[in-house]
Nanobody, 120 residues
Framework: QVQVVESGGGLVQAGGSLRLSCVVSGRTFSLYGMNWFRQAPGKGREFVAAISWSDPNTSYKDSVKGRFIISRDNAKNTAYLQMNSLKPEDTAVYYC?????????????WGQGTQVTVSS
């Protein structure tokens, strides 16, 4: 089992910054990827950013490229999402998930989410 806990959300003015954290515990030796998603009111959950657990590969949603940076600290079992130049349309609940190898397959574990509100 893997447990995922996000933190760092809050209220910020447009143009401001926030850093989200995602702490993973449990079977961390089986992790191979961490991802951030978000869900705005009345909309579906969408991909924001991803990072491999063992190499520098990252990927981003087009609308956050150049503004958001995903990183990780393996020693702390933590992934981060640095969000800069925030816009009102970034307002959403942000979720982290951890992808874990389980036997011949994989399992994705989700956190409970952290609210980010960007005021104009």
């Amino acid at each position: 089992q893997v447990q995922v806990v996000e933190s760092g959300g809050g209220l910020v003015q447009a143009g401001g910054s926030l850093r989200l954290s995602c702490v993973v515990s449990g079977r961390t030796f089986s992790l191979y990827g961490m991802n951030w998603f978000r869900q705005a009111p009345g909309k579906g959950r969408e991909f924001v950013a991803a990072i491999s657990w063992s190499d520098p590969n990252t990927s981003y949603k087009d609308s956050v490229k150049g503004r958001f940076i995903i990183s990780r600290d393996n020693a702390k079992n933590t992934a981060y999402l640095q969000m800069n130049s925030l816009k009102p349309e970034d307002t959403a609940v942000y979720y982290c998930n951890a992808e874990s190898r389980q036997g011949t397959g994989s399992v994705t574990y989700w956190g409970q989410g952290t609210q980010v509100t960007v005021s104009s």
